[in-house]
């Protein structure tokens, strides 16, 4: 135990690598099966326990190494929109196949429709936009066929915000014109856009399919999967550079401790 407390400041930043690029590869696989939420209570356990265990010291630097760890564990899951996992953009199919693959990261379309008529918005606030509202829009994706009273096989969900792209495939605007591809969306990135969806069906009398799938408009799911990779690697070097800063000033402040 008191090799692990009196690590030199080198073998503490080491031990920390590993141990914040497990967290986000525990987080990352938590978004994957939908379970981000469920994830939060441990990851906050086993980042206060590793961030502790790896600081190299007692005190002030174990404290904020331990929060360091426990917020990135907590909070990496979120980042991403498009699943880091999955690959394969499935298509062309119709609206009516796409349950049939859950995993996918995106699927191009084949003669959908988007049910504009039976659509729903509601406003939301929340801390992630500071108190500003974010208005929330889901509307059946079926296929040509598709009669009232069918099951709706996909969700397609989007949100608006003062700061929103309006020239952007996912807004709603563009939903009289179905997009060629989509990006699946699992929990917690489809937000409130499930909440909505049930709305959408209590108002017009509509049911989900077992297994309905949510998605949003994308012009290329694989830039999308792209762009959030480098996000996810980015806030890792954060962690990791802030995880060395901890370090480096704990040693630092001991150093002039012992030469005092």
Same mark, same amino acid.
């Given at each position: 135990?008191q ?7 080198? $073998?503490?930043?080491l031990?920390?690598i590993?141990?914040l690029t497990g967290l986000?590869?525990?987080g990352?696989?938590?978004a ?11 990851a ?7 961030g ?18 426990a917020?990135f564990g ?7 929109t498009a699943?880091l996992?999955?690959?394969q953009v499935?298509?062309?199919v =119709?609206?009516?196949?796409i349950?049939?693959?859950p995993?996918a990261l995106g ?5 959908a ?8 918005a509601?406003a939301?606030r ?8 974010v208005?929330?829009?889901a509307?059946?994706l ?13 969700? =397609? =969900?989007a $949100?608006?915000?003062a ?8 807004a709603?605007r563009h ?12 929990a ?5 856009g ?16 077992s297994?309905?799938?949510y998605?949003?408009g994308?012009?290329?799911p694989?830039?999308?999967?792209r762009?959030?990779m ?6 890792l ?5 802030a ?5 480096s000033?704990f ?5 002039r401790?012992?030469?005092?």
């Amino acid at each position: 135990m008191q090799r692990i407390w009196m690590a030199t400041p080198w $073998q503490a930043f080491l031990r920390g690598i590993p141990a914040l690029t497990g967290l986000a590869a525990a987080g990352l696989a938590a978004a994957h099966l939908d379970l981000v939420l469920i994830w939060m209570v441990p990851a906050c356990l086993i980042g206060l326990a590793l961030g502790a265990s790896v600081a190299g010291g007692t005190g002030t630097a174990s404290l904020a190494s331990a929060l360091l760890f426990a917020g990135f564990g907590m909070t990496i899951g979120l980042v991403p929109t498009a699943s880091l996992t999955a690959s394969q953009v499935v298509g062309p199919v =119709i609206a009516s196949v796409i349950p049939a693959h859950p995993s996918a990261l995106g699927y191009r379309l084949a003669g959908a429709r988007i049910m504009t008529e039976f659509a729903a918005a509601r406003a939301f606030r929340g801390t992630r936009n500071y108190g500003a509202p974010v208005t929330w829009h889901a509307a059946p994706l079926v296929d040509p066929g598709w009669a009232h009273g069918d099951p709706v096989p996909v969700w =397609i =969900i989007a $949100q608006e915000n003062a700061g929103s792209d309006p020239a952007s495939p996912a807004a709603p605007r563009h939903w009289g014109t179905p997009p060629e591809t989509v990006l699946r969306v699992g929990a917690p990135s489809s937000g409130r856009g499930p909440d909505v969806a049930a709305l959408a069906a209590e108002r017009h009398g509509l049911r989900s399919a077992s297994g309905a799938i949510y998605v949003t408009g994308s012009a290329d799911p694989e830039r999308d999967r792209r762009t959030d990779m480098r996000l996810v690697l980015a806030l890792l070097g954060l962690a990791i550079a802030a995880h060395g800063a901890i370090v480096s000033r704990f040693w630092k402040r001991l150093r002039r401790r012992k030469a005092g």
